[in-house]
């Protein structure tokens, strides 16, 4: 069974930085991606950033790009998003998903998802 589960949420003031972790287990597939999704309150899900199982290629939503970056630890199954210079608007419930079959860095078709993780950004 694939279990994704994300940790490092938390509170932080405009500006600062967080670390989030999503911990993937349970997989022996070699063709997958990895995403981060949010959601914040009222709003719909968006992606914010995927890396690709295969090649480690990445994708960012615009307005994430050059603040957050996504990578991966295949050895530890663990795939990071530091995120920086954070804003009030990436408060949300930040997930992390598994999608098998294709490693395109891309947000569809999504397999696996985990519990999710809060982000708070003061202002």
């Known amino acids: 069974e694939v279990q994704l589960v994300e940790s490092g949420g938390g509170l932080v003031q405009a500006g600062g930085s967080l670390r989030l972790s999503c911990a993937a287990s349970?997989?022996?597939?070699?063709?997958?991606?990895i995403g981060w999704f949010r959601q914040a309150p009222g709003k719909e899900r968006e992606g914010v950033a995927c890396?690709?199982?295969?090649?480690?290629?990445?994708n960012y939503v615009d307005s994430v790009k050059g603040r957050f970056t996504i990578s991966s630890d295949n050895a530890k199954n663990t795939v990071t998003l530091q995120m920086n210079s954070l804003k009030p608007e990436d408060t949300a419930v930040y997930y992390c998903?598994?999608?098998?079959?294709?490693?395109?860095?891309?947000?569809?078709?999504?397999?696996?998802w985990g519990k999710g993780t809060l982000v708070t950004v003061s202002s």
């Open positions: 349970g997989f022996t597939f070699d063709d997958y991606a």
């Open positions: 890396i690709s199982g295969g090649d480690g290629s990445t």
């Open positions: 998903a598994l999608r098998e079959g294709s490693s395109s860095p891309f947000y569809w078709g999504m397999d696996y």
